[in-house]
């Protein structure tokens, strides 16, 4: 196995942990977040693991080649642009995604950067709003936490 990272977000709503694992060619981000409201949450990676002023200090998401947002699959998104997790009606979310842009080595590498849950779902860059091609429309930040090497 690679190399492997753990995120454990905190916040008002939505709790747990998330780790990444650094495949061959792609990253698995996988883990479980309690608390949430039942529905979709946008699922992004902040650029900065900055969490001086709670998780508004993390930043917009992780962007290195300034394109707007997008859907996890679209050519034109975000390296941080993860989409939507779902929580069912007991607040729970599953998460277990696949990507290609995330890496956990080289220039590129979210590593010290920050996992942000918010309140509303990401519209994917679609929703027409005047925040959907930099944000998603995706709302306020309900948690957030520092991608770190695990153990």
């Known amino acids: 196995m690679g190399v492997e990272a753990v995120c454990v977000l905190n916040g008002a709503q939505g709790a747990g942990t998330i780790t990444f694992t650094q495949l061959e ?25 900055d969490h001086t002023s709670g998780c508004a200090s993390t930043g917009g998401h992780f962007n290195p080649e300034k394109k707007n947002h997008g859907a996890p699959d ?21 998460v277990k995604i696949t990507d290609k842009l995330v890496s956990l080595t080289g220039c590129n590498s979210v590593i010290g950067r920050a996992v ?5 779902p990401d519209d994917l860059g679609l929703g027409g709003f005047q925040d959907s091609l930099t944000t998603g429309h995706a709302g306020a930040r309900l948690a957030c936490g520092v991608i770190g090497i695990k153990k």
């Open 74 to 94: 679209a050519a034109e998104r975000h390296f941080g642009d993860l989409g939507n997790i779902e929580a069912g009606t007991d607040g729970v979310a599953n």
């Open 25 to 49: 060619g792609e990253c698995l981000i996988e883990g479980k977040l309690e608390n949430l409201a039942a529905g979709k949450h946008g699922f992004h990676i902040h650029e900065f693991g």
């Open 116 to 120: 942000v849950v918010h309140a509303d």
